[in-house]
């Protein structure tokens, strides 16, 4: 996909979320819209998957660290067509296969449960490290949030990717700067991100996470990088595409009413015209 075609997919992901979000009453907006255009680039771009063959053992697999971002993730596995994006209006509903957090014994295209926050990491660097041993061709990538970052297992987990080379982990932090209690940096500052996965032995890159030119430039390096891990650090908006959502701490983990929502699908309407 070109650039345009990326941006014009990463919005009707945004669609989705919103649409998901406020038919649930409930869940997480704002990560979600920050990260859509990371998903879209690793779903339809970066990652070597087949929809039909969910389950091949040479895919490249993907753990959602942060998982309350599960809006994000449904929406572009049902752009990518694991499953039909009329399923997403269920999400959190009872009897749903969506939950309000990843489960892969469920839901097609989930390669791991996720939602305690700090421990996705762990399972990524598992996976990445099997791959190795088993030489297999797969890549590994997990999603982090920069509040998610806070939590220690998330350092063990990158002091032992660091120290084993695995250069076939790209580890992505959505940096927006907001957490469920306020700014990141207020709250306990990770600040300065880079350097610290860097004192682990990674490759960093830090970008616009929002920028399809520069998200595309950091995997391909992150591809090219040999013997040790990348980590790139994605400078985002939270609530992106969401006039009133946008770098609001407030929008973290509430569904918009329906003037909101109609408000929201209208602001995505016009990214989509423009």
Known sequence: MNNEELKKTANEVRKSIVTAVYSAKSGHPGGSLSAADIF???????????????????????VLSKGHTAPGLYAVLAERGYFPKEDLVTLRHTGSYLQGHPDMKGIPGVDMSSG????????????????????????????????????????????????????????????????????????????????????????TVVIDGNNFDEIRAAFDEAKNTKGKPTAIIAKTIKGKGVSFMENQAGWHGKAPGEEEYRTAMADLGKAGEA
């Open 40 to 62: 879209t680039y690793l779903y339809f771009e970066e990652m070597n998957i087949n929809p039909e063959q969910p389950k091949d053992e040479n895919r490249d697999r993907f």
């Open 116 to 203: 305690s926050l700090g421990q996705g990491l762990s399972v990524a660097v598992g996976m990445a490290a099997a791959g190795k041993l088993d030489k297999k061709p797969y890549r590994v990538y997990s999603l982090l949030g920069d509040g998610e970052i806070q939590e220690g297992q998330i350092w063990e987990a990158a002091m032992w990717a660091g120290h084993r080379k695995l250069d076939n982990l790209v580890v992505i932090v959505d940096n927006n700067n907001l957490q469920i209690d306020g700014c990141v940096d207020e709250v306990c500052s990770p600040y300065p991100i880079d350097r610290k996965f860097e004192a682990f032995n990674f490759h």
